[in-house]
């Protein structure tokens, strides 16, 4: 089964917070890759795709690091005009209906909490899969009226400089990357992030709390302890960790690159940051 704190790691994966230090911090988001006849270096950062303007101020270090680079890269490629159609259109559920799916009595309470949270009624997405109102729930637990999309404001910076912007996966990559999640347990989320939605509040602002430390392998380690699987993980995370590393590869070998991804990719034994030291890149944390 599926817990709600699941479907929030897809906020690090779909912070200025802390003074910058004099010395090499020990951990960061956002990091320096060099080496393997690398002439120039290039950057990745961990971010949080949806958090208060507040907790994520853009430094001026972060900035320059965007805009001296020679592409960005995102998850996907955002500025994509039909990337937003292409992702609902999959999104669409065949031979069934969300109410049927959740049964008539969770379904009236699940809309009567989905109105209140989101301010849209649930029949609005009756037809789609659960991930699609489930996305629009968690996107409210940030208890701030000014929210940030950190991958939409980098993707701005690239943009007033003429940066080419690309992604390191399609949209079926990731479509199939949520899919993976059983369709039953994507309801059973839904239910309880809508029944729950105070707790899964709380949680957020636990997650966003370990974010603010800027360090990847807390970042993994909470995670872990808040209901995350082995199979969630290889799926979301791990699967397409691998399959990020020849196109990073292929990036940092062709001009200096910027790469923006969910935090939940960087650290641990299978994250990104280890993958690159593995293929023989130096990988070091950088202040901002």
Known sequence: MIRPIKLCWLLFCLLSV???QAQAPRSSLLWEITGNGLTQPSYIFGTYHVIC?????????????????????GELAMDDPGLQMQIMTKMILTGNTL??????????????SFQKITGLPLSMFNNFKPFVPLTMA???????????????????????KKIPILGLETADDQINA??????????TALKQILLNFDSVKHETNNIIAVYKTRNIDSLIAFMRTRGTDS???????IKRNRNWIPVIEKAVALKPSFFAV????????EGVIALLRKKGYVVKPIAY
């Not at 303007?53 to 890269?73: A, C, H, M, W």
């Not at 109410?99 to 009567?112: F, I, T």
């Not at 199979?231 to 995370?237: A, D, K, R, S, V």
Request: with cysteine; proline share 3%; glycine share 8%.
């Open 53 to 73: 303007r507040n907790d994520f101020p853009v430094s001026e270090i972060l900035k320059q690091k965007i805009t001296n680079s020679g592409q960005f890269y």
């Open 262 to 269: 969910g935090a939940g990719h960087l650290g641990g034994e």
């Open 18 to 20: 802390v003074s910058v």
């Open 178 to 187: 949520i899919n993976s999640e059983p369709l039953d347990s994507q309801v």
């Open 231 to 237: 199979e969630f993980e290889q799926n979301l995370i």
């Open 138 to 160: 968690i996107v409210r637990t940030s208890d701030c009226e000014d929210v940030l999309q950190p991958d939409i404001e980098f993707m701005g910076l690239a943009k007033e």
């Open 99 to 112: 109410s049927s799916l959740m049964g008539e009595a969770d379904y009236a309470k699940a809309s009567a």
